[in-house]
């Protein structure tokens, strides 16, 4: 396998494929057994009615066959903000590995059902704390919503449902790029572009 500092002549190594998705979770199947913390953390983009952006951190939960699964609560500001564009970008970076994968495309909400299964798998407290939070809208204090989840873990009992307010979003990718940190700043950069609606995918290698 090629080390992340090896300048490839060509398409292969840790590049090597005929399926982004495919690639994707390769490289964070390697990050997951050298990363300390959240491998599956990205920073993800969207913008507000004046177009300004805003980018938080989220865990990716899934790399399907073609596209990208995360879950929040509908009603907090980035919920909003995908909902009304329909379109979104994050970045996946490992400093252990020197390697990034960078994706723009659309945005479309998951089944029910999905959303419930992986609920389900959550923990208790991570169940009661989604139903406990109001995302992005303002907190007087903490102890309020200590006291909240607290008074939630007795009302919904061991195995509290879903609430309606939360679920999944699925990003559905027209640009996937594969970067790879080179000696002396000479970095591989792969480009796979798509239009959308397509599966079609056009591969290129870009400067660094």
Same mark, same amino acid.
């Given at each position: 396998?090629?080390?992340?500092?090896?300048? !490839? !002549?060509?398409?292969?190594?840790?590049?090597?494929?005929?399926?982004?998705?495919?690639?994707?979770? %390769?490289?964070?199947?390697?990050?997951?057994?050298?990363?300390?913390?959240?491998?599956?953390?990205?920073? /993800?983009?969207?913008?507000?009615?004046?177009?300004?952006?805003?980018?938080?951190?989220?865990?990716?939960?899934?790399?399907?066959?073609?596209?990208?699964?995360?879950?929040?609560?509908?009603?907090?500001?980035?919920?909003?903000? /995908? @909902?009304?564009?329909?379109?979104?970008?994050?970045?996946?970076?490992?400093?252990?590995?020197?390697?990034?994968?960078?994706?723009?495309?659309?945005?479309?909400?998951?089944?029910?059902?999905?959303?419930?299964?992986?609920?389900?798998?959550?923990?208790?407290?991570?169940?009661?704390?989604?139903?406990?939070?109001?995302?992005?809208?303002?907190?007087?204090?903490?102890?309020? /919503?200590?006291?909240?989840?607290?008074?939630?873990? @007795?009302?919904?009992?061991? %195995?509290?449902?879903?609430?309606?307010?939360?679920?999944?979003?699925?990003?559905?990718?027209?640009?996937?790029?594969?970067?790879?940190?080179?000696? %002396?700043?000479?970095?591989?950069?792969?480009?796979?572009?798509?239009?959308?609606?397509?599966?079609?995918?056009?591969?290129?290698? /870009? %400067?660094?």
């Amino acid at each position: 396998m090629m080390k992340p500092n090896e300048l !490839s !002549s060509d398409r292969g190594g840790v590049f090597e494929g005929d399926d982004p998705f495919v690639i994707a979770r %390769n490289w964070l199947a390697e990050a997951n057994e050298t990363e300390a913390n959240d491998p599956n953390a990205v920073a /993800l983009a969207t913008v507000d009615d004046d177009g300004l952006p805003n980018v938080r951190m989220v865990l990716l939960k899934d790399i399907e066959a073609n596209g990208f699964v995360f879950f929040t609560n509908y009603t907090s500001a980035k919920a909003a903000e /995908l @909902q009304a564009t329909g379109k979104a970008a994050f970045v996946m970076h490992w400093k252990s590995l020197r390697r990034q994968i960078r994706v723009r495309g659309v945005v479309s909400t998951v089944t029910d059902a999905e959303s419930d299964a992986y609920f389900n798998s959550r923990s208790v407290f991570s169940r009661v704390g989604a139903w406990a939070s109001d995302q992005s809208s303002p907190l007087d204090n903490r102890q309020l /919503l200590v006291d909240r989840a607290a008074e939630l873990t @007795q009302s919904l009992g061991s %195995n509290p449902d879903r609430p309606p307010h939360w679920g999944g979003f699925r990003i559905t990718p027209v640009e996937i790029e594969f970067w790879c940190d080179g000696a %002396n700043r000479l970095h591989d950069r792969f480009v796979w572009r798509r239009k959308e609606n397509e599966t079609q995918w056009t591969v290129g290698r /870009l %400067n660094p």
